[in-house]
């Protein structure tokens, strides 16, 4: 599978931005989907993960309520719905995929800037 990232871009504190990782080369349904986010000078965070049918979903804490993670394998398609950001939110944004139930994010696609402006 290949993962493609799009959406980021610059969004004053409180905005939403919709991130997508969209998709292609193989079944979509046999993998899990993460996004992570990597802050200039930080190590890689995990922010959520969404099963292969969307029947389960997790978030870092420091953005439940905030994020929503949902996916529509008809379009292979995972999306991170984004509100109340905040400049701390501010990072690249990557999405990666872990084949059935593993938690092994071993494909990941190219990254999207989120920029959170004070």
């Known amino acids: 599978v290949q993962l493609q990232a799009s959406g980021g871009g610059l969004v004053q504190a409180g905005g939403s931005l919709r991130l997508s990782c969209q998709a292609s080369?193989?079944?979509?349904?046999?993998?899990?989907i993460g996004w992570f986010r990597q802050a200039l000078g930080k190590e890689r965070e995990f922010i959520s993960t969404i099963s292969r049918f969307g029947s389960e979903v997790y978030y870092t804490d420091s953005v439940k309520g905030r994020f929503t993670i949902s996916r529509d394998n008809a379009k292979n398609t995972v999306y991170l719905q984004m509100n109340s950001l905040k400049p701390e939110d501010t990072a690249v944004y990557h999405c990666?995929?872990?084949?059935?139930?593993?938690?092994?994010?071993?494909?990941w696609g190219q990254g999207t800037q989120v920029t959170v402006s004070s």
């Open positions: 080369g193989t079944t979509f349904t046999n993998y899990a």
């Open positions: 990666a995929a872990a084949l059935g139930l593993s938690t092994d994010y071993n494909i």
